[in-house]
């Protein structure tokens, strides 16, 4: 017999059931975009895009070259700012009252 009784199996939240208990203040302007939309012609890795927890950046092949930006469910955690090779993220914070109020869960 083992030292250590088995526990029980937890079914645990998924990730998007934890990011939909988060409350965003909509605000009505976004908080984030691009400096200048020709440097996006000139990025081939989209790091904004792949490293958004939220799925914010999206690269869904605009014309432009532009990542379509759903500020609405940033968590505001700034990392398209920090990964963008080109420091081409504007990224502010929203004003005082509005975006993002965690909940723990």
Not at 21 to 33: C, I
Not at 37 to 64: F, H, I, K, M, Q
Request: aromatic residues 10%; negative net charge; glycine residues 6%.
């Amino acid at each position: 017999m083992s030292a250590h009784p088995k526990t029980p199996e937890i079914e645990r939240p998924s990730i998007e059931d934890r990011l939909y208990a988060n409350k965003y203040t909509d605000h009505e302007d976004s908080h984030l975009g691009v400096f200048e939309d020709e440097t996006c012609l000139d990025c081939e890795t989209y790091d904004c895009v792949s490293v958004c927890p939220a799925n914010v950046w999206r690269n869904e092949g605009d014309e432009d070259g532009v990542p379509l930006i759903a500020y609405e469910n940033c968590l505001e955690c700034g990392s398209c700012r920090w990964a963008c090779p080109y420091d081409n993220v504007i990224w502010e914070n929203p004003p005082n009252g509005t975006g993002m109020t965690y909940r723990y869960g």
